[in-house]
């Protein structure tokens, strides 16, 4: 078994994914061409957004939002602890200061309560200025976006959805990658919508930010007149065979993947509560809460254990059935020596007191496989696995 069944995916969908290469490759436009075109505007559809603008990645994705709203040395942008590095890093690179939120402990989203926090320690004790929110929606759970967006409203900063890993879901009744100032999401091959190499995508429904965005794309090029150049940009551009693969896979997520992801993931989710209401108090195991008011497209599947021992050891035990397993993220941010230098909840906390949430689960959390291309058998075999657990933790507790 995998943890992503791409080889799965490449045999379904071979035929068209060569042909449409096939066609890139003898129409001689190599870079921003046609498929570009037509798949921002294909994606702009799906997700209701006016605009979208594709790059190089998801991480230059959101690197490029902050360019576009004008980041420096001393603007602060509020990004959750618990997430992949890339959240983080484009704050950096863009020239602002990462401070870093915690989680909501059930849904594992940016805590709007801690955001409030964290907003309240920039304004009282730093002369530092809040900019801007990075919200994350972990594992494809969108955060409480309801709260989001009030906080943003009153302090007047900036929303960033990172939709890396939610392609799909929805809050409200609306894509995810609709709600902020801006919205992106990456391509990286094991995303919900994944291309064969490095792609990324901005939505906003702002003219003037899109404009901003797709300017910074191209070096900083001037939209309307040749050979002008009106801002200092970067080389971040989604390339025509990139493109022409997304315009075939986000056809196949919307008539078969969307769908069968969900189901599996609501198969799992019932199989675990049914495990956990025979052990009775015997086994402590939970899973990330939905959002209220979303309807998430999944992109991983993870299991909170009581402690790290036992989640270390059922992790043994599970790869040694030949079913890998996988920890998001093995630290917070926080915690990680390149941003250590960021620690600015000193100012309020020590720092082991900081982000208990954030720490907590990526302590104990472990992400099993879990796509669209789960076969029956090996939904079986995870059924089995979630089973073991039981027996596993209760051999774990009398060692």
Same mark, same amino acid.
């Given at each position: 078994?995998?943890?992503?069944?791409?080889? &799965?995916?490449?045999?379904?969908?071979?035929?068209?994914?060569?042909?449409?290469?096939?066609?890139?490759?003898?129409?001689?436009?190599?870079?921003?061409?046609?498929?570009?075109?037509?798949?921002?505007?294909? /994606?702009?559809?799906?997700?209701?957004?006016?605009?979208?603008?594709?790059?190089?990645?998801?991480?230059?994705?959101?690197?490029?939002?902050?360019?576009?709203?004008?980041?420096?040395?001393?603007?602060?942008?509020?990004?959750?602890?618990?997430?992949?590095?890339? $959240?983080?890093?484009?704050?950096?690179?863009?020239?602002?200061?990462?401070?870093?939120? =915690?989680?909501?402990?059930?849904?594992?989203?940016?805590?709007?309560? =801690?955001?409030?926090?964290?907003?309240?320690?920039?304004?009282?004790?730093?002369?530092?200025?809040?900019?801007?929110?990075?919200?994350?929606?972990?594992?494809?759970?969108?955060?409480?976006?309801?709260?989001?967006?009030?906080?943003?409203?009153?302090?007047?900063?900036?929303?960033?959805?990172?939709?890396?890993?939610?392609?799909?879901?929805?809050?409200?009744?609306?894509?995810?990658?609709?709600?902020?100032?801006?919205?992106?999401? %990456? #391509?990286?091959?094991?995303?919900?919508?994944?291309?064969?190499?490095?792609?990324?995508?901005?939505?906003?429904?702002?003219?003037?930010?899109?404009?901003?965005? &797709?300017? /910074?794309?191209?070096?900083?090029?001037?939209?309307?007149?040749?050979?002008?150049?009106?801002?200092?940009?970067?080389?971040?551009?989604?390339?025509?065979?990139?493109?022409?693969?997304? &315009?075939?896979?986000?056809?196949? #997520?919307?008539?078969?993947?969307?769908?069968?992801?969900?189901?599996?993931?609501? /198969?799992?989710?019932?199989?675990?509560?049914?495990?956990?209401?025979?052990?009775?108090?015997?086994?402590?195991?939970?899973?990330?809460?939905?959002?209220?008011?979303?309807?998430?497209?999944?992109?991983?599947?993870?299991?909170?254990?009581?402690?790290?021992?036992? &989640? =270390?050891?059922?992790?043994?035990?599970?790869?040694?059935?030949?079913?890998?397993?996988?920890?998001?993220?093995?630290?917070?941010? /926080?915690?990680q020596q390149a941003y250590s230098v960021y620690?600015?909840?000193?100012?309020?906390?020590?720092?082991?007191?900081?982000?208990?949430? $954030?720490?907590?689960?990526?302590?104990?959390?472990?992400?099993?496989?879990?796509?669209?291309?789960?076969?029956?058998?090996?939904?079986?075999?995870?059924?089995?696995?979630?089973?073991?657990?039981?027996?596993?933790? %209760?051999?774990?507790?009398?060692?």
């Amino acid at each position: 078994m995998k943890f992503k069944h791409l080889d &799965r995916q490449y045999e379904e969908i071979k035929d068209q994914i060569h042909q449409a290469i096939t066609d890139v490759l003898e129409s001689g436009q190599y870079i921003q061409g046609e498929n570009v075109k037509k798949l921002e505007k294909e /994606l702009a559809d799906y997700t209701g957004s006016k605009f979208c603008i594709t790059c190089a990645n998801g991480t230059d994705a959101l690197t490029l939002c902050l360019l576009s709203i004008g980041i420096n040395n001393q603007d602060v942008v509020f990004v959750p602890d618990l997430t992949f590095v890339a $959240s983080a890093e484009a704050i950096v690179q863009a020239g602002g200061i990462p401070f870093f939120v =915690d989680v909501d402990l059930e849904t594992w989203t940016i805590s709007p309560e =801690d955001l409030k926090h964290k907003i309240k320690i920039i304004n009282e004790e730093t002369d530092l200025i809040p900019k801007a929110v990075i919200s994350v929606d972990l594992f494809g759970n969108p955060a409480d976006y309801d709260q989001i967006r009030q906080i943003c409203k009153e302090h007047n900063l900036k929303l960033i959805v990172d939709g890396a890993q939610s392609f799909g879901s929805e809050y409200r009744g609306e894509s995810t990658l609709k709600i902020g100032d801006f919205s992106t999401t %990456s #391509f990286f091959p094991a995303k919900n919508l994944g291309c064969y190499g490095d792609g990324g995508a901005i939505f906003t429904d702002d003219p003037e930010y899109a404009n901003t965005v &797709r300017s /910074l794309c191209f070096h900083g090029k001037s939209l309307t007149e040749s050979g002008i150049y009106e801002r200092v940009g970067m080389n971040s551009r989604l390339d025509e065979i990139q493109a022409a693969i997304l &315009r075939v896979k986000l056809k196949h #997520f919307e008539e078969f993947e969307k769908n069968q992801i969900q189901k599996n993931a609501e /198969l799992i989710r019932n199989l675990i509560q049914e495990n956990s209401d025979k052990a009775h108090n015997n086994m402590n195991l939970s899973v990330q809460k939905i959002q209220k008011e979303s309807n998430p497209v999944l992109s991983q599947f993870s299991i909170l254990f009581d402690s790290e021992e036992q &989640r =270390d050891w059922v992790k043994k035990k599970m790869e040694e059935e030949g079913i890998p397993a996988q920890i998001y993220y093995l630290f917070p941010l /926080l915690m990680q020596q390149a941003y250590s230098v960021y620690d600015l909840n000193l100012l309020r906390l020590k720092s082991e007191q900081m982000n208990r949430n $954030s720490r907590s689960i990526s302590n104990r959390i472990l992400s099993i496989p879990f796509d669209a291309y789960l076969s029956d058998s090996e939904i079986n075999q995870i059924i089995q696995v979630v089973f073991q657990i039981r027996l596993c933790l %209760s051999e774990f507790r009398n060692q």
